[in-house]
């Protein structure tokens, strides 16, 4: 190995302790000068994305690196700058930014308790601390995957296999239809988990939702009815804590009883809004979630974790051992249950620690002030949004998601998506950033308030940005 730059790898010995020191303060210089200058750099790419496909016969100098880590910063998304709100993409903590470079050097693997004794350990006790959050019982449990989808599919992979009984013989043996109901607003990933499952996206039952975007219980009813009628057989129903285009949330003490009555396993998709059960006064929100079989919550989005960090939680942990494990016999055998055995996932990195770190420094109460900031911002943006008759507002915001779109009075219902789509591009030229989704067949603009330096100064500079639009608009036809 002694024809290759003696920096490749952290020399055991200390013998390189220097020189790597020395490439660490310049990475580490270069990353922290661009964040901490954040707001001068543009909140999206304005110009064509470098190729990143060359890969040189021999290595690269020092400098070279840093230019290339450079064109990297200045062309990807900068969730630091503070009017960049068009997606649930947090800002991370600090704590968890430094528990990836830590848990990155360890490189332990998540797979065993062996390959990985303390990270092991503290996902199991997080895990525990997490259910009891959600209102679950000490026989609760779950584990760390790395995404909300990964979660879902993993809460009604063990769904099917407990409800249908196919853990072994898998879907062939059953004589009925399996099928899945959810809001016609939920997460895409849940057509994505029955696909994978090999029910197809068919199986996923549209459940209507009314004017806030929440599931109808009463549709929910008749749709059972209606599978069974046809002979399909309804095995899991899907919930929604924070929707991802007007962050609803569903009834989710009626949709529970309802689960209850058909004998249906309940699933909850809280991956947004299940961190409120960090806030005393909007815990409320999600009274029924404690009935949930099962839960998916994204501590990456609006506890500000690096990506990627989410949990998938049971009510009942033994369900994941009976209708989901599989032994890993080349393993060890151990007193401690290997993660990998009951995880979707087998190698995975250990998350937990930047789950962990974080909550060391910010603690309950720091993250209950940050749920609490962006919920108040939220009725910041929302008052100015009722200040313009020209704007509409899609539904009353639950959590710090806004979606909202212009309606002037100038312009007709055919051309509404053509006037949002240019706004949208009108304000990304001043360095404002709203996603553009598609809610009830038109095209909306939405806003998560979840920076925490997004301040009504950043907002009210926003709204004036919309209300030029709109007056060289309106100016301009009038004329």
Known sequence: MFFLAKTIFIDPAGTNKEDVQIIADKVMKLVHSYFSSAE???????????????????????????????IILGNSMNPYHPKYI???????????????????????NMLSHEMSPAFSEMEKQVIKEMALRFGYGQNAGGVMVSGGSLANLQALAAARNHVLKVKEKGLVSLKNKPVILASEVAHTSIQKAAMLLGMGTESVIAIKVDAKFEMCPDDLENAI?????????????????????????DPLEQLSSIAKKHNIWFHVDAAYGGALVFSKDFRQYLSGIENADSITFNPQKWL??????????FKEEKILHEDFQ???????????????????QGTRHADVLKLWLSFQQIGVEGYEELIHSGMAKTQYFVHQIRRR????????????????????EFISEERLDVWNTELQSFLLKHNIFF??????????????????????????????????FY?????LLTK
């Open 40 to 70: 001068q750099h543009p909140v999206l790419p304005q110009h064509e994305i470098t190729s990143f496909s060359n890969m040189p016969e021999q290595g690269l100098s020092v400098e070279e690196i840093l230019h290339q880590i450079k």
């Open 86 to 108: 068009g997606h649930m993409d947090s800002i991370p903590t600090l704590m968890s930014v430094l528990a990836t470079l830590i848990s990155s050097s360890l490189n332990n």
């Open 225 to 249: 009815c209606n599978a069974y009628d046809e002979g399909q057989f309804p095995f899991a129903i899907v919930a929604t804590a924070g929707t991802t285009v007007t962050g609803s949330i």
């Open 326 to 344: 599989i032994s890993a016999p080349y393993m060890n055998d151990s007193e401690s249950i290997n993660l990998g055995e009951i995880s979707v």
């Open 471 to 475: 007056l060289e608009n309106k100016n």
């Open 435 to 468: 996603s553009l989704p598609v809610l009830g067949g038109g095209r909306w603009l939405r806003a998560v308030l979840l920076n925490p330096y997004t301040n009504e100064e950043t907002i009210d500079e926003i709204f004036g940005k919309i209300d030029l």
């Open 389 to 408: 008759p020209y704007l509409q507002l899609a539904a009353e915001p639950r959590l710090n998601v806004c979606c909202f779109r212009g309606r002037p």
């Open 304 to 313: 500000y974790i690096a990506k990627a960090c989410a949990i998938v939680l």
